[in-house]
C-alpha cells in the first residue's frame, strides 16, 4: 500500500511515468474479472484500456481512506457496467486457455479439470449480472466481504445475500442436471 500511494503522488505530482507500475500491477486481476463478465477477449481488452484511462483521470479522487485495490476495481466495474448499459453487451461464451492452467503430464487431470472449469463458467454464466459480478470478485478476485461492499456500493448484509442466493442457484442448476460440484456443497 505504502508503494501505491507513492506511485500515487508521483503520478499527481506530474511523473505520467508513475502510472506504468499501477497498470502492470493491476492489469491482469482486472482483465480477469472484466473477462469474465464480458465473455469476450476483445471487449474485456478494450474495457481495460478505458477502465486505466478513466481510473488516471479519477487519481485525485482516491481518498486513501480504503484500500487503492478497491478503488480501483469500483472505478473499473462502474465504467463496465455504464458501457454494459449503453452498448448492450451480449454476453458469449468463451474457452479458457488451459493449457497454462493445468499440469499436461497426466490427460486424465487434464480432461477433469477442463471439463470442471467449463462447468463452472456456464454455471456462472447463468447467473443475473449483479450476482455474477459479486461470485467473481470473491472467489476469482479474492476480494472480502467488506471490499466487494465498498466496491459495488451495496451493504454488506446484501453482498452476503447475493453470494448466497448465487451459490444456491448454481447447486440447485447442478442438482437439477444431476451432477455434483464439490466447491458448491452447501458446507462451503
Not at 6 to 18: F, M, P, R, T, Y
Not at 39 to 55: G, H, M, R, S, T
Request: glycine share 4%; proline share 2%; net charge positive.
Amino acid at each position: 500500500m505504502e508503494e501505491e500511494l507513492q506511485w500515487i503522488h508521483e503520478v499527481l505530482s506530474g511523473n505520467k511515468q508513475a502510472y506504468a507500475h499501477i497498470i502492470n500491477k493491476y492489469k491482469n486481476q482486472l482483465y480477469a474479472t472484466i473477462l469474465r463478465m464480458t465473455k469476450n477477449p476483445q471487449n474485456a481488452q478494450d474495457l481495460v484500456q478505458e477502465a486505466f484511462i478513466k481510473v488516471y483521470h479519477q487519481l485525485d479522487k482516491y481518498d486513501e481512506k480504503g484500500s487503492f485495490a478497491g478503488w480501483i476495481y469500483r472505478v473499473a466495474i462502474n465504467h463496465c457496467m455504464d458501457e454494459f448499459r449503453k452498448k448492450s453487451y451480449k454476453m458469449k461464451q468463451v474457452e479458457m486457455n488451459e493449457e497454462k492452467v493445468v499440469n499436461t503430464n497426466y490427460p486424465e487431470i487434464i480432461f477433469l479439470k477442463k471439463e470442471k472449469s467449463r462447468q463452472l463458467e456456464r454455471l456462472i454464466a447463468t447467473l443475473p449480472e449483479d450476482e455474477r459480478m459479486i461470485i467473481l470478485l470473491r472467489y476469482v478476485n479474492e476480494l472480502s466481504y467488506n471490499e466487494i461492499s465498498e466496491l459495488v456500493e451495496v451493504p454488506l448484509s446484501d453482498i452476503r445475500n447475493k453470494l448466497h442466493r448465487a451459490k444456491k442457484k448454481m447447486r440447485d442448476t447442478i442438482k437439477r442436471e444431476g451432477g455434483y460440484f464439490y466447491e458448491l456443497s452447501e458446507g462451503r
